[in-house]
């Protein structure tokens, strides 16, 4: 049985995409297990729950064709991760972008450079759709992240056990044609 087709934003001026393989755990653990990175978060990831997002990606990619990417510069230093993923908001399913980076690399535009890349692979591949972020309230360099991609406060998402987290959200038309 063949899956879907494997999907991959473009490359940026600075960034390049690739899918999560088992050899990217020890960078994964180092983000995802920092503190300042996962501060909006009920708490930072372990080594194994670390493992786990990267095998949860790797379904993903097989299941839908996308997940979370591996972000890195083109010279191949890690800076964190970023891709499209299907989330719930108050029990509905959305298209979400998400991005985590490195807390070194943070402040430097790379999550929006990344996240408009994921923003321009949605609209190629999934519009019409709604494109969400879905933010804890508090995150506010989250929150600029998806206005920088076009995206505005829609809703709230009271689903969650530990938190009613902010849905930023923007309706993606097809991709313009040359």
Not at 50 to 65: T, V
Not at 90 to 101: A, D, I, K, S, T
């Amino acid at each position: 049985m063949v899956g879907p087709r494997r999907l991959l934003p473009e490359s940026t001026p600075r960034l390049r995409f690739r899918e999560m393989t088992l050899d990217d755990l020890d960078e994964m653990a180092a983000l995802l297990g920092d503190p300042q990175v996962m501060a909006y978060y009920p708490a930072p990831k372990t080594r194994d729950e670390s493992l786990d997002w990267i095998m949860r990606m790797q379904a993903r990619y097989a299941e839908h064709g996308h997940g979370l990417w591996v972000i890195e510069t083109h010279e191949g230093e890690f800076v964190g991760d970023c891709g499209l993923t299907w989330q719930s908001v108050n029990g509905v399913p959305v298209l979400e972008v998400g991005y985590h980076v490195r807390a070194g690399r943070q402040r430097q535009g790379l999550a929006t450079e990344a996240a408009i890349a994921c923003r321009e692979l949605a609209r190629a591949e999934f519009a019409p759709t709604l494109l969400t972020a879905i933010i804890h309230p508090e995150n506010i360099a989250s929150r600029t992240v998806a206005e920088h991609l076009g995206m505005t406060h829609i809703d709230d998402d009271r689903a969650h056990p530990w938190i009613v987290r902010t849905v930023m959200g923007m309706r993606l038309g097809p991709a313009a044609t040359a």
